[in-house]
């Protein structure tokens, strides 16, 4: 208004000048308070600490014992029947670098008639080890280890996997695998077996960091019952297995219950070889604590306690939602939480510093105040430490922006101000779609990968963007690593792989068109020309077909087949979340699934002997199978209410399908 009514154009043009001036720091000014200014000096020195602190504290095993586990490891993948042709020695240094990095190394000399190899590695640790060995089996011998089916074929000649003296070190100090909804999606059922495995593949991936929840229901009831309950009382507290994931964060109590003895007696000494065995490798378990959820039948015995009822999560009955949550000011909660720290290490060893444990997980607080936030952080810390005063809090990051309505700069600053930076770890849980870390202030935290919602499967990925955005935040003063934490597993392992390479990526981001390229022979092996390149043309087309989802879509594409039949079951775009319409053309995906099926069927007798390509055949087929079945259903329902006849065809050709 006032440069409107200058007399003078200089006037006028000067004003403006200084109204954008203005206008430009306002907005700066605003971002500045809507993102605070990350304290590079601080959050440099809470990262420093805490890998000196990790160092110094965290019990580990001595190298003997890790160099036996890699070499076990070595063992299960090749056994004695296979004929293996190498020979593995390992050598184990016992610590981390002073940074808190992984550093690992392998060799590999053939003999005279280049029909065996001699392969050494070393590492400063079973995982860093391990990881060599791993870098060796890709980069040289052309394999892979995955969750769905192993490349595990040796060439004819030795004497071409032989390579000089070669480094690797990893970016940060952590490399993370798992989300808390992954023990109940996917692992649930799981005995020692099975265990063992993903323990072989977490090892081999570089995994340094894992959750370790199993039998943590008899801790709770050695817990429970000291405190006057009886076992009848827990069966309205603790859910059935399928549901721990949701009971343990306090969305439910009492669902598909009544645990028998037997089963917590596995349970207990599941956890024990689980344990065992990461101490083995080097892995640094993560075990639960204590987050205020308590039984319905404590609070019966303490009416004098400061309780609340969380809300209701996802309309479940009142019997079994709206669990009762202990206040952080009440003087029980570090009680309690100290007690299920003691009772855990009693149970399974003093074995870790590293403890996770999320007190809102889909559900607000109490209250907004940030002064509130503060105390029920620092009372969940102050539990820990009375437990185990070297306590580590590793925190998902996933409130804050699942209910970021609810947690503005204000909330988080008073929530994470509750525990020391150097004490607390964030995982940044979905940082490939939407990163959170820099509303994190100084406190350390974890690249991670979600991807998966449910266990649903689909092809889905965003390749691109996890190797350009996990580079970026590798910048940042307080990153402290990488990680995977999908809820479901066994699917896209190729986008996981990936992921959890980033851990010993370059200073550069990875060119995933090449890192492509060698996957391919890494997963399905090689052919004569010429397939090897028609390989490498179909690896690169499925990829830039189906998992370069260009949207900010949060999981895969949900297939129609999974949901409930209707007439009106499709998911909005507008929502982002497992939506069921397709952002690649399905046309593309089928021209892609029928270039494998030429090259598997040209090549069948030495594809006969390689599960992951077969796997990979199978995979891609169904989600052909699952795109064209939406096509068919959109024409029959579009026909279905023109009242046309045509309808009836693709109501049978979806049937057949």
């Known amino acids: 208004v006032r440069t409107a009514i200058m007399p003078s154009c200089g006037q006028r043009k000067h004003a403006l000048l200084i109204s954008a001036v203005a206008i430009i720091l306002a907005c700066e000014c605003y971002n500045a308070r809507a993102l605070p200014l990350i304290n590079e000096e601080q959050s440099l020195l809470a990262v420093k600490q805490l890998a000196q602190h990790t160092r110094l504290t965290q019990p580990i095993s001595p190298p003997r014992v890790q160099e036996e586990a890699v070499l076990g490891l070595f063992r299960r993948l090749f056994p004695v029947s296979s004929a293996c042709p190498v020979k593995l020695s390992v050598k184990i240094h016992g610590r981390t670098a002073p940074d808190g990095s992984d550093i690992g190394s392998y060799e590999a000399d053939a003999d005279v008639s280049g029909s065996t190899l001699a392969l050494h590695v070393e590492g400063t640790n079973g995982v860093a080890g391990a990881s060599a060995l791993y870098a060796f089996l890709k980069s040289k011998a052309g394999m892979s280890v995955t969750w769905t089916e192993d490349q595990l074929e040796w060439p004819s000649d030795m004497s071409r996997l032989v390579v000089s003296h070669t480094d690797i070190k990893s970016n940060g100090q952590f490399s993370y695998y798992e989300n808390v909804c992954t023990v109940s999606y996917s692992m649930v059922w799981w005995q020692w077996d099975r265990w063992e495995r993903e323990l072989d593949w977490a090892a081999l991936h570089g995994v340094n960091l894992m959750l370790a929840f199993s039998g943590q229901e008899r801790v709770w009831q050695n817990v429970w019952l000291r405190q006057g309950m009886s076992v009848e009382s827990l069966d309205k507290f603790f859910s059935g297995p399928g549901f721990f994931a949701w009971q343990r964060m306090g969305n439910l109590r009492g669902w598909g219950g009544n645990l028998s003895e037997q089963f917590m007696n596995a349970q207990e000494d599941l956890q024990t070889r689980i344990l065992a065995r990461m101490h083995e490798f080097g892995i640094t378990p993560v075990l639960p604590a204590f987050a ?33 949550q202990l206040e952080p000011n009440d003087p029980t909660f570090i009680d309690i939480g100290s007690q299920y720290v003691e009772e855990q290490a009693k149970l399974y060893g003093n074995v870790t510093i590293f403890y996770n444990t999320d007190t809102f997980n889909e559900l607000n607080p109490a209250s907004s105040d940030p002064e509130y936030l503060k105390q029920s952080s620092s009372a969940v810390f102050k539990a820990l430490t009375s437990g185990n005063p070297n306590a580590i809090w590793l925190m998902q990051g996933w409130l804050f922006y699942n209910e970021r309505d609810f947690w503005q700069e204000p909330q988080i600053q008073g929530y994470l101000s509750g525990v020391p930076d150097d004490r607390m770890v964030v995982l940044d849980l979905m940082a490939e779609v939407h ?34 955005l996990r580079h970026e935040s590798s910048h940042a003063s307080n990153f402290a690593g990488v990680g995977i934490t999908p809820e479901g597993i066994n699917q896209n392992v190729e986008v996981y792989e990936l992921a959890l390479d980033q851990r010993w990526a370059s200073a550069t981001a990875t060119n995933v068109e090449r890192w492509t390229h060698s996957w391919a022979a890494q997963r ?7 397939w090897d390149t028609q390989a490498q043309s179909i690896a690169q087309s499925l990829r830039s077909t189906v998992l370069e989802c260009p949207t900010d879509q949060r999981g895969v594409v949900k297939s129609l087949v999974t949901l409930r ?5 499709e998911r909005n775009m ?8 397709l952002y690649y053309k399905p046309n593309d995906l089928r021209q892609v699934w029928q270039n494998l099926v030429r090259l598997c069927f040209a090549n069948r007798e030495a594809i006969a002997n390689r599960p992951a390509i077969q796997y990979d055949l199978a995979d891609l087929t169904r989600q052909v199978l699952s795109d064209s079945f939406l096509g068919h259903y959109h024409e029959f329902k579009k026909n279905y209410f023109l009242a046309t006849a045509s309808f009836e065809q693709h109501e049978i050709k979806a049937v057949d399908i």
């Open 292 to 324: 205020g959820f308590v039984p319905e039948a404590w609070v019966k015995l303490h009416p004098e306690a400061n309780v609340s009822r969380a809300p209701n999560w996802n309309n479940f009955p009142d019997k079994y939602c709206c669990d009762y």
């Open 435 to 468: 990163p959170v870390w820099k509303k994190l202030q100084n406190k350390p935290f974890i690249w991670c990968m979600l991807h998966n919602f449910g266990g649903n499967l689909g092809m889905y990925g965003k390749m691109s963007d996890v190797a350009r």
């Open 574 to 581: 507008t929502i982002n979340f497992m939506v069921t319409d």
């Open 524 to 530: 399905w092996g090689t052919f004569p020309q010429p």
């Open 565 to 569: 039949p209707s007439l009106d079951c």
